[in-house]
Structures are given as structure tokens and as C-alpha cells.
T-cell receptor, first 116, second 114 residues
Framework: DAGITQSPRHKVTETGTPVTLRCHQT?????MYWYRQDPGHGLRLIHY???????DKGEVSDGYSVSRSKTEDFLLTLESATSSQTSVYFC???????????????FGEGSRLTVL | QQQVKQSPQSLIVQKGGISIINCAYE??????FPWYQQFPGKGPALLIA?????SEKKEGRFTISFNKSAKQFSLHIMDSQPGDSATYFC?????????????FGKGTLLTVNP
């Protein structure tokens, strides 16, 4: 295991409330990613980070923001949750050499978010 | 805009049979094509990957075939086993300077019947 911990693992919230998901890694990997997984859509990239304080948008970034103030933590924030953001969220990390040479990412076990 | 198209959406195979999952990509900037395997309740994990200058890569019962001119690649699982039942994702890796990211297909749910 790549030592990736996602929290919370399960959360139910109401429309309009802010939500923060945390990804913590112990592997000192440079790259970190947030994906969402939905039936019929597969894995879609929300935001990613290629270093501390260096982040960029993915394909479905609207309504989400991220922060990475230190190597080990990558936070995903839903400023005002909507029902369309009900999903399973996966954090992934990548080591520069293995990711660049093989495309290998290490995934956490996911955070299931339900927005009522 | 889907850059990696994957088919079929689901697949049922008998034990001992061959499972074949196909992917097509649009972005010629992809420089690596990994396949991921995901079991229920778990995150995906790298299964096997191929570079675009290689036509085939085999690891045990798993083989990737790659056709660069057609922009297509496929995963073959020989002698499929019930333990292979999982969701499989193909992906393309994009590299831009020091930035790397994966674009995934929509996934194939494989069921191997005993």
C-alpha cells in the first residue's frame, strides 16, 4: 500500500453546505490527484497537484477547489455542495519516476459523499 | 469530450475463457497507456501498462495489444478466473513538462462465472 488515507470515508450532507475531503499520504509522492467515480462515467479528474502549492484543474473542476500546503496533504473542498456532487471521490498519488515511466498512480480507498 | 473510449461496458465470461476489453484514444499526446483493475470497495490499482512504440506487452495471463496507427489498444485476459472479476479501466497518460495526468475510459465490469 502507498500509505494513502482519505477522510472522511463516508459523509452525508445537505445541499448548500461546504464539504472538505482530506487526502493524506506518507510516501512523499510529488503528484496528487482527486478523481470522482460515477456509474457510466468512470473516473474523472477534478484537480491535481504537481507540487506544494502547485495545482491545476482537471476536466470536472467546476464547484471544487483544492489546496496543498504541504507534501503529504491534499484537500478537496466543495464550497456549496449540490446533489450532482454525490459521488465516490478517490485520491491518488504518483511518484515522479514510476508515474512518468509507467503511468502508475496509487489510489486511496475512496470517500463516499451523499448530498441530500 | 471523451478522450478515451472503452468498450464493452460490461462483459461476462466463463472460467477459462478469454476476456477482451477494447479502448480507443483521440489525444496523440498520450505517451503511456496503463490499465487499472478495481475490486468492489477498493481504489483502482495498476495492472499493466504499455508505451506507444510497443505493439504488445504480456504479463502472465494479461496482454496489452497496441495499434498506434488506429489509435486503439486492448486488454486480453487469458484463462479468465473468478478472481479476475472486477472493473477494468484503460487510460492515457499525458505529459506536459513536469505535469502528468491520466485520462480514464469509462470502465468495463468483468464477471467471470465459475
Amino acid at each position: 500500500d502507498a500509505g494513502i488515507t482519505q477522510s472522511p470515508r463516508h459523509k452525508v450532507t445537505e445541499t448548500g453546505t461546504p464539504v472538505t475531503l482530506r487526502c493524506h499520504q506518507t510516501e512523499n509522492h510529488r503528484y496528487m490527484y482527486w478523481y470522482r467515480q460515477d456509474p457510466g462515467h468512470g473516473l474523472r479528474l477534478i484537480h491535481y497537484s504537481y507540487g506544494v502549492k502547485d495545482t491545476d484543474k482537471g476536466e470536472v473542476s467546476d464547484g471544487y477547489s483544492v489546496s496543498r500546503s504541504k507534501t503529504e496533504d491534499f484537500l478537496l473542498t466543495l464550497e456549496s455542495a449540490t446533489s450532482s456532487q454525490t459521488s465516490v471521490y478517490f485520491c491518488a498519488t504518483g511518484r515522479r519516476d514510476s508515474f512518468s515511466n509507467t503511468g502508475e498512480l496509487f489510489f486511496g480507498e475512496g470517500s463516499r459523499l451523499t448530498v441530500l | 469530450q471523451q478522450q478515451v473510449k472503452q468498450s464493452p461496458q460490461s462483459l461476462i465470461v466463463q472460467k477459462g475463457g478469454i476476456s477482451i476489453i477494447n479502448c480507443a484514444y483521440e489525444n496523440t499526446a498520450f505517451d503511456y497507456f496503463p490499465w487499472y483493475q478495481q475490486f468492489p470497495g477498493k481504489g483502482p490499482a495498476l495492472l499493466i501498462a504499455i508505451r506507444p512504440d510497443v505493439s504488445e506487452k504480456k504479463e502472465g495471463r494479461f496482454t496489452i495489444s497496441f495499434n498506434k496507427s488506429a489509435k486503439q489498444f486492448s486488454l486480453h485476459i487469458m484463462d479468465s478466473q473468478p478472481g479476475d472479476s472486477a472493473t477494468y479501466f484503460c487510460a492515457g497518460k499525458w505529459s506536459g513538462g513536469s505535469n502528468y495526468k491520466l485520462t480514464f475510459g469509462k470502465g468495463t465490469l468483468l464477471t467471470v462465472n465459475p
